[in-house]
């Protein structure tokens, strides 16, 4: 007997091809019974993996309210009307930084994601010499951290003791491994120290990571030089991880920065993912489409290298990567230090204001959450407001503002920058290249603060804008940007596609409904439209809401 029988879906197996109607059914946390139950259209054929049926058998009585030749279930979930497709697959998230505060994981849930790739952008919570390395090291996240750890098999450990709602696949990245190694300042490695760079590579392969990032925007992964990160990726390469990046640039230096990331993955045979395509600023926009061709000339030599996308035209960051290099140096107390000097503010400033009106519009910068209070005033007033709106106000310039709020916040201050083409944005996403992710970290719905609305609806957005009311995909690509196709790029053979066999991970929507409630203004309301998940078989989410028990598990690579 089946544990759990979905009939009357619309199978949308995550491989890209054409939707038909049909029945799945789960067994010991695996898809156990797929079966086509009606002709699909005339340009869907119902072939391959659909007609698979496992030993259950048709000829098994149906349990109730399954069609008659059913097999026995133990519970049937009527689909009709909803979409049956593979749980999504998050390939850029940082919820390692806040699962353990809330390993519910709520507003992904509610969207569809059974999966998320963490330790993106350079920055895991591992190597780290301690708990209060993590948090420094990361000021402009809610670590929300219940347990100490120093390298990646401890931090596996942490969340197979956190049992998260989802599950969560880890990388280690460049800065954690550079600060760890060399502390936060602008310095070089020498040959031993590379070498222990390495190893820490290497020692967070053995424990089952599935990648090695670099955020090379951000300090200090900032301070590595070209020939450093190849160094890095060729190790990572080594162990078959994935190499994921923040890239260098993405203004007004995109196209060279995809360029390096290229050359590096070239030169270490590294399988590369290139984060968050996107170009900030007006002066850059059309340039994603001489990047994407620069990933398709790669691709037509021989380079495994993808993107992906989350689907806004605001990013969302710390405030602190619109400052000029020299102001990190050292971290966050150094630039607090900085900040205190008149001249060296100064210079600070100049730096910034030579960004802004090019890469940057102060009028889209956003606060969207500020840190403890560093014993010079307070600036939680700022949040929801823009650097230009809190410079009016204070009767200050916009650069004169951040540093205001850095300096009454202990330099962790978060935003959100609006700042790309919608027609950027599109371009990307309909590449055939690209996988949906989302950058987000906010599991809860707490209402601290305003994060951005991609932590609530990046893949439901895919779903209702993207699909159901412009066109810009089908629902069948859609669906693969979401599943297989981030599924291949990490690896997980068992995962990403409908398939008898393979995980339980499955995702139950209505795709007349589904829809993105979060905005900018109000961002903490969940999706809606997602009736059931599946986390390895177990329901996660029924009829529309999270249940108790949390289901997820730690992949480990190989393990």
């Given amino acids: 007997m089946l544990d759990i029988l979905i009939v009357n879906a619309q199978i949308v197996d995550g491989t890209g091809s054409g939707r038909y109607p049909g029945e799945l059914g789960v067994k010991d946390g695996r898809i156990a019974y797929l079966r086509a139950t009606g002709p699909a259209g005339a340009d869907q054929p119902a072939t391959g993996t659909r007609a698979a049926e496992a030993s259950a058998g048709r000829g098994d009585t149906a349990g109730a309210g399954a069609p008659a030749g059913s097999p026995q279930a133990v519970r049937v979930i009527d689909a009709a009307g909803h979409v049956v497709s593979p749980g999504f697959i998050d390939l850029h998230s940082h919820a390692d930084f806040s699962i353990q505060a809330s390993p519910a994981a709520v507003t992904q849930l509610v969207q569809g994601v059974t999966t998320a790739l963490t330790g993106n952008c350079g920055s895991s919570t591992f190597p780290a010499r301690s708990l209060e390395d993590i948090r420094r090291d990361n000021a402009h996240l809610d670590a929300g951290f219940t347990g100490e750890w120093t390298d990646a098999a401890g931090f ?88 994921s990046t923040h890239m260098r640039n993405e203004s007004h230096s995109l196209l060279d920065s995809v360029r390096e990331a290229i050359a590096a993955a070239e030169a270490g045979g590294a399988r590369l993912e290139i984060s968050h395509l996107k170009a900030m600023g007006p002066e850059n926009y059309g340039k994603p489409a001489a990047a994407l061709e620069l990933i398709e000339a790669a691709r037509a030599r021989g380079v495994d290298v993808t993107a992906d996308v989350y689907p806004y035209t605001a990013s969302s960051t710390r405030l602190t990567s619109r400052l000029p290099g020299f102001a990190m140096d050292g971290g966050k107390d150094a630039l607090l230090e900085r900040l205190a000097e008149s001249e060296v503010r100064a210079r600070i400033a100049a730096g910034m204001a030579e960004r802004f009106g090019r890469d940057i519009d102060p009028a889209g910068v956003v606060i969207a959450s500020v840190g403890p209070q560093s014993g010079v005033g307070s600036y939680e007033w700022t949040v929801g407001l823009s650097l230009e709106q809190i410079g009016q106000r204070d009767g200050c310039s916009p650069q004169e503002a951040a540093m205001r709020v850095l300096q009454a916040h202990d330099a962790a201050v978060g935003i959100v920058n609006h700042a790309m083409d919608p027609a950027d944005v599109a371009r990307v996403l309909a590449h055939p290249l690209v996988s949906v992710a989302s950058d987000g970290w906010t599991m809860n719905t707490e209402r601290v603060g305003k994060p951005h609305p991609r932590s609530f609806g990046t893949f439901v957005t895919v779903l209702g804008h993207y699909v159901r009311e412009t066109g810009l995909l089908t629902l069948e690509e859609a669906v693969r940007k979401m599943t297989s196709a981030p599924a291949a790029r990490m690896g997980l053979v068992d995962r990403g596609v409908l398939e008898v066999g393979r995980v339980a991970d499955v995702a139950v929507f209505d795709p007349d409904t589904v829809r993105q409630n979060a905005t900018y203004d109000e961002p903490w309301q969940l999706a809606t439209g997602v009736s059931t998940v599946l986390v390895g078989g177990n329901v996660a989410v029924d009829a529309g809401r999270v249940v108790p028990e949390r289901f997820g598990q730690a992949l480990r690579k190989n393990g």
Avoid at 197 to 226: D, Q, W
Wanted: glycine residues 10%; proline residues 7%.
């Fill in 156 to 243: 596996f450990a942490a969340l197979d003791e956190t049992q998260p709602g989802m599950n969560i696949a880890v990388q280690v990245g460049l800065s954690s491994i550079r600060s760890y190694i060399l502390g936060p300042g602008d310095v070089a490695p020498d040959d031993a120290q590379l070498a222990a760079m390495r190893r820490e590579v290497a020692k967070a392969a053995e424990a089952g990571v599935h990648g090695f990032s670099s955020g090379l925007i951000y300090a200090p992964g900032s301070y590595s030089t070209p020939p450093e990160v190849a160094a890095l990726v060729a190790e990572a390469a080594s162990h078959d991880l994935l190499y």
